[in-house]
């Protein structure tokens, strides 16, 4: 529907496990990102690709782990996470990360850490 | 680094009421987006503001950026249920690294 496809849509992993979040855009897009939405808290820019190269890494802890394979897809490799880390996880694609165009998001991976 | 506040934090009104969303970067903003988002789902790209002083409208909705493009409104006029969700400011930090506002959370009562 909106272009951006996220899988899976929901995941609840233990604190021990290893798991990866996919996105895929079909828009022809330069640019993805991936942000965090936590609860009572505005969304937080994670990582910034473009041209399958890393841009941008905001302080964001080693246990998540980007991976861009190639323009149309982007990963976020996830191990020994905290349960703070519960969150939506949502991945965006624009047409240039250096131009103002707008945003285009996915629907999102509802991540629960117990 | 560069902050984006939204008042208020939630607004409940009455279908038929108006509402509005204010917006304050601590930066000037070479341009201002607005997003909905409805509950359960994701960030939907509504409009985007260039020009100082710029006001734009979308049937019911009307967008305005500041003089100074510090800051930017949203007014809904006469709101029905399909307007509810929250709607976020964003401002561009350096090309297109969006810094989403604190969002405005619009509900809607018949």
């Known amino acids: 529907e909106t272009g951006v496809t996220q899988t899976p849509r929901h995941l609840v992993m233990g604190m021990t496990n290893k798991k990866s979040l996919k996105c895929e855009q079909h828009?022809?897009?330069?640019?993805m990102y991936w942000y965090k939405q936590s609860a009572k808290k505005p969304l937080e820019l994670m990582f910034v690709?473009?041209?399958?190269?890393?841009?941008e890494n905001n302080s964001v802890p080693s246990r998540f782990s980007p991976e861009c394979p190639n323009s149309s897809h982007l990963f976020l490799h996830l191990h020994t996470l905290q349960p703070e880390d519960s969150a939506l996880y949502l991945c965006?694609?624009?047409?240039?990360?250096?131009?103002?165009?707008?945003?285009?998001f996915g629907q999102g991976t509802r991540l629960t850490v117990v | 680094g560069q902050q984006v506040m939204q008042i208020p934090q939630y607004q409940h009104v009455q279908e038929g009421e108006d509402f509005t969303t204010y917006c304050n970067s601590s930066?000037?903003?070479?341009?201002i987006q607005w997003y909905k988002q409805r509950p359960g789902g994701h960030p939907v790209f509504l409009i985007q503001?260039?020009?100082?002083?710029e006001v734009k409208k979308q049937k019911r909705l009307t967008f305005q950026f500041g003089e100074a493009k510090k800051n930017s409104s949203l007014h809904i006029t006469a709101t029905q249920t399909t307007d509810v969700g929250t709607y976020f400011c964003?401002?561009?930090?350096?090309?297109?690294?969006?810094?989403f506002g604190t969002g405005t959370q619009l509900k809607v009562e018949l």
């Open positions: 965006a694609s624009s047409q240039d990360q250096s131009r103002d165009t707008e945003a285009f």
């Open positions: 828009l022809g897009h330069n640019a």
């Open positions: 690709y473009s041209l399958e190269e890393r841009v």
């Open positions: 930066t000037t903003l070479s341009n």
């Open positions: 503001l260039v020009k100082s002083g």
């Open positions: 964003a401002g561009p930090r350096g090309g297109n690294k969006l810094t």
